[in-house]
């Protein structure tokens, strides 16, 4: 058992079309949407995220300010993923922006990968929106921690969503605590059944229900860097401690 799949998504932006090349096509304009750490070199893009180097994918497609195309290597059981991305500039410095994730997900509960996988793509894809529309051509540290196990999803969805101040809808305004750090607020910038995206002045905060089963902050920092991590990662352990 298995699935092929493909998950179409566009967006107008207010960003021109060499704004948006640089953040799909290099290490640092990829760092500042996508995850992990990224590198474009040598025809290939190599992406490590949470200690694990993910496979590598070969570019198959690369026609400036147009499209850009990329795909895994299929692995023994045939598992890959590919990005392909497709520009077209628009009047007064915007651009269309197309991108498609597909690929093959293995095994008899790709169901449950695949959910995952449509509801981090959608983040991503948003992600990438809003930093093409209020950050583009600034660099972004990456910032990823994960909280203690989870054991009951939809109760560790209502405790983030109770620490956001009640469930956060597209345009809400927020209030983000984690401790040893100035409190900041901010507007959700997107939400689906596995995710949370925030954005502040200097940071896109994005939660998200990883498939390692703990909750995860996946974050973009575009300030000062300095006592992050361990704030948020002490803000999970006190949130989630024998509760989730």
Known sequence: MGREF???????????PEQVWSAITTGPGID????GRNEVEGGAVRTAFAGAELPESRVSADEPLKHFAHSATPGPDGRF?????????????????????????PGDDWEHEYEAMSAGTALFFATLTEYLTHFAGRGAT??????????????AWRTLHAALGGPPEPGDTVRL???????????VYFRNGQTVGVRTSDALYRFVQGMGGTMLVMHLLFGDPEGQAAAWRSWLEDLYADRA
Request: charged letters at 15%.
């Open 6 to 16: 493909e998950i179409p998504l566009e967006s107008l932006v207010e960003a021109t």
């Open 32 to 35: 500042s949407w996508f995850m």
């Open 81 to 105: 993923v590919a990005y392909e991305f497709l520009l077209e500039g628009r009047g007064q410095g915007s651009t269309l922006v197309r991108m498609v994730t597909s690929g093959f997900l």
């Open 142 to 155: 990456p910032l990823t921690e994960s909280g203690p196990p989870v054991a009951d999803w939809p109760r």
């Open 177 to 187: 605590t984690p401790p040893g750090l100035p409190p900041a607020q901010g507007v």
